[in-house]
């Protein structure tokens, strides 16, 4: 069973920088990619930026150059530095992992969400 936990959402203003966080645990072999995804209101999931286990990344187009995404592969850990975020990108923003379990196995995993609200 693999676990994926975030933190760090909250409200802050626009501009206001905002780190969240995401640490994998329980049967882990290896972690292979991970990303973040967020849902506002009324709108479908969509794929905020994404990162290797080698520590290549892609962004969606909304938060290039705002947005920076990391990972500590020795602590099971990704991180999402938020700099001068807007308020449209207020939404629920949720962890994923693809994770190889060490009975051997691959699947997805996601997290439970946290909410980051931007006001004007």
């Known amino acids: 069973q693999v676990q994926l936990v975030e933190s760090g959402g909250g409200l802050v203003q626009a501009g206001e920088s905002l780190r969240l966080s995401c640490a994998a645990s329980g049967s882990i072999f290896s972690i292979s990619s991970m990303a973040w995804y967020r849902q506002a209101p009324g709108k479908q999931r969509e794929l905020v930026a994404v990162i290797t286990n080698g520590g290549d990344t892609n962004y969606a187009d909304s938060v290039k150059g705002r947005f920076t995404i990391s990972r500590d592969n020795a602590k099971n850990t990704m991180y999402l530095q938020m700099n001068s975020p807007k308020p449209e990108d207020t939404a629920v923003y949720y962890c994923?992992?693809?994770?190889?379990?060490?009975?051997?196995?691959?699947?997805?995993?996601w997290g439970q969400g946290t909410q980051v609200t931007v006001s004007s």
């Open positions: 994923y992992a693809y994770v190889r379990a060490s009975g051997g196995l691959w699947g997805q995993s």
